[in-house]
């Protein structure tokens, strides 16, 4: 398989131990619920009748074989792991540090974009000011005045718009470097488990195997 490959078999299989600790994390399916109805005591003659409420998930899956699933999906996660970080060893650049560097010039990128639509402006507000003044009687009076707001931007719009335009090209060289090494760089690895389908259905399976 390639990296890309392995990087989706592993977040399979993530998902599928989170599914199984979710399924377990119900009390409903682990626990069985009786009632015993006991009649005999109030009424002589009544029959006494024990009744199952318990509401487990549809898939009712067996509790001891899923706990069994999931440290067998834990040793299949360990081992394409301890693979996939030899793959990425043998490559000519540090995978984790591309892609971490590609977030984050992503995320700064929204950020001078934002930046670089923003433009200096004013609004004049209409009657938005009052004041205070005394009159001719001596008696304090207020009065309404205009208030021209200005806004301005406190920087260069052109820098900001070559550094959007440069780490857009920066970032898309990164993503093609990345994308090719996922697509040719092989990992030295074949699946225990087949993961393709529903959760429900994968583990249906194994509980059969």
Known sequence: MNLKEAFQAQNKISE???????????????MTITEKHLRSKALAGQQDDTVDVSRKADEG????RLLGIWQELMG???RLGAAIGKAKAGMDFNLD?????????RAFLGMLQEL???????ELQKGEGRGYVFNNDGNQTSYC?????????????????AMVKELNRSSDEV??????????????????FD???ENRFILEDLMGA
Do not use: C
Request: hydrophobic share 35%.
């Open 175 to 192: 993503s093609i470097k990345i994308d090719e090494a996922l697509l040719q760089t092989q990992v030295d690895y074949a699946l225990k």
């Open 195 to 197: 993961l393709a389908g």
């Open 116 to 122: 670089a639509n923003r433009k200096s402006s004013h």
């Open 97 to 105: 540090a591309a892609v971490d560097a590609n977030k984050s010039r």
């Open 61 to 64: 899956f067996d509790v001891g």
């Open 145 to 161: 005045y205009d208030i021209d707001r200005i806004l301005t931007i406190d920087y260069d719009r052109n820098k900001v718009r």
């Open 76 to 78: 299949e996660k360990e």
């Open 16 to 30: 599928l131990m989170s599914y199984i600790n979710h399924y377990l994390s119900d009390a409903d399916n682990v």
